[in-house]
């Protein structure tokens, strides 16, 4: 039985990104992936793909409404070969890289599935056997499939069968208000399907402010979408001529039909299947490993990263967990690199306008008993965002009392996941109100407006 120092279960962006760090300090290293395709869900099925198209909808978006900034284009349409083609040059590169990184001489590389059948010890599917020092689980996440009638019908997509889409579906109605959800519910209605979202929640984005979440909302239904929030599904019907979901809103049944259906109600954590008892690993109440702030299970040699452990589904989340776990595990712990601080944390969702955010929600402030001021601005009264038709939404800072210091931020508008970064800076670094505003803030520029919440915390301080 060959024994190695350091088997990553699971290629994706956490297993893989340690396993890499793993052989810096060892080169006794495995990646244990069976998977159809290598490479991970963010490359394949996920980030890349997705914002591929997203970016390629936004375009066609504002060609279409060119008349809006003086310009005449008589016409704009999708051409989905095209697109999808472009989706798949796009991410062979990042693919290639990643294959060629697991197929290099670095790593023994198994594919297979594999499950624990000791405290250290995995079998593959072939029944080898393999050893290890330390471990980490990077297995990620499935599609979840809530018991609703009908919802297991074999023809119902996943976010899996939009990603590759190589024509124009006609109709389709999109099930969820999560990330995934909204971002290929706009991207659809952008390349010009007829879509329907259902959302069981009051708001789509429910993890959101409320009004972040209505700003989103106002913008999909002044695009033309169909959007049912605070809703209760009663089941899906396969039809002649597609599907047709039931469901309770407002104190009515009603029903909604399109060629295609797409369950985009959440993912689960893809730990079923690991022999996890035998190695003495513990799941959450949701499924997920039980980790330390070290990202170490209750076995104290098996680490766990991504998806499959949370607490935020966010590929750079899961590569600085794998990361700073295969240091850890190494014996070689650096502050810089970890423990992973969740009141820093970052996530922006794609849909347009975009949705970012950094440190603590308003919630959690008032969870805490903490003292803060909140500032905001529009999006809507500002130079550069009107002379770009993009209106919607607003930034909002979050400074403590009585220091100033900026302990979280939200922004919903035209490209807020690149505006965020001045703030997670912000964040990460304790720094001010005060210390944010001797930054020079380029005028006209998008990223101007955060000068005025900051002005605001200021001047009440």
């Keep these: 039985m060959k024994t190695y120092d350091f088997i990553a279960i699971g290629g994706g962006s956490g297993g893989f990104n340690a396993a890499r760090v793993a052989r810096g300090y060892t080169d006794s290293v495995a990646v244990i992936d069976g998977a159809e395709e290598l490479g991970g869900l963010c490359i394949l099925r996920g980030c890349m793909p997705s914002k591929t198209l997203i970016y390629s909808a936004e375009v066609l978006h504002l060609a279409q409404n060119a008349k809006k900034f003086g310009l005449n284009i008589p016409s704009a349409s999708v051409d989905m070969p095209a697109l999808h083609q472009r989706k798949v040059d796009t991410i062979k590169e990042f693919t290639d ?32 056997q393999l050893q290890g020092k330390k471990f980490i689980i990077g297995t990620g996440s499935k599609v979840s499939v809530p018991s609703i009638p009908g919802l297991d019908h074999e023809d119902i997509w996943t976010s899996d069968h939009v990603l590759d889409l190589d024509f124009l579906p006609e109709s389709a109605i999109v099930l969820g208000g999560g990330v ?36 989103v909302e106002k913008a999909f239904r002044d695009e033309g979408m169909d959007l049912f929030t605070g809703t ?5 019907e396969k039809t002649d001529t597609g599907f047709k979901a039931v469901f309770d809103h407002e104190g009515f049944e009603k029903s909604v039909s399109a060629k295609y259906l797409i369950n985009a109600l959440g993912r689960t954590p893809n730990t079923s299947n690991l022999g996890l008892e035998a190695a003495g690993i513990e799941l959450l109440p949701n499924g997920q490993i039980k980790t330390d702030e070290h990202q170490r299970t209750t076995n104290a040699d098996v680490y766990a990263a991504g998806d499959c ?45 975009q949705v970012a955010r950094v440190g603590l929600t308003q919630k959690a402030l008032d969870e805490r008993g903490v003292d803060y001021i909140a500032a905001d601005y529009p999006f809507d009264d500002h130079g550069k965002s009107i002379l770009m038709e993009a209106k919607y939404g607003f930034v909002r800072l979050f400074g403590e009392k009585p220091t100033g210091r900026i302990l979280g931020a939200e922004i919903v508008s035209k490209d807020a996941g690149e505006l965020i ?41």
């Design 97 to 128: 890289y990643r294959v060629d990184s697991m197929r290099s001489r670095k790593y023994d590389l198994y594919r297979s599935y594999a499950k624990f059948i000791g405290p250290n010890t995995i079998e593959l599917a072939d029944g080898t």
């Design 421 to 461: 970064h001045a703030l997670s800076v912000a964040v990460s670094n304790n720094l001010t109100a005060a210390d944010l505003l001797k930054t020079h803030w380029y005028h006209p520029t998008l990223a101007e407006i955060i000068s005025y919440p900051l002005e605001d915390i200021v001047d009440e301080l």
């Design 180 to 215: 995934v959800a909204c971002e290929l519910a706009q991207f659809l209605n952008r390349v010009g399907a007829k879509v329907t979202q259902i959302q069981r929640s009051s708001h789509i984005l429910k993890d959101q402010a409320a009004d972040v979440s209505e700003t």
């Design 232 to 236: 209760s599904l009663k089941r899906i």
């Design 309 to 353: 452990a949370g607490p935020f589904e966010i590929v750079h989340t899961a590569v600085l967990q794998g990361e700073y776990a295969a240091r850890h595990a190494m014996g070689k712990p650096s502050s810089v690199f970890g423990p992973l601080n969740y009141d820093h944390m970052l996530d922006v969702v794609f849909t347009d306008p």
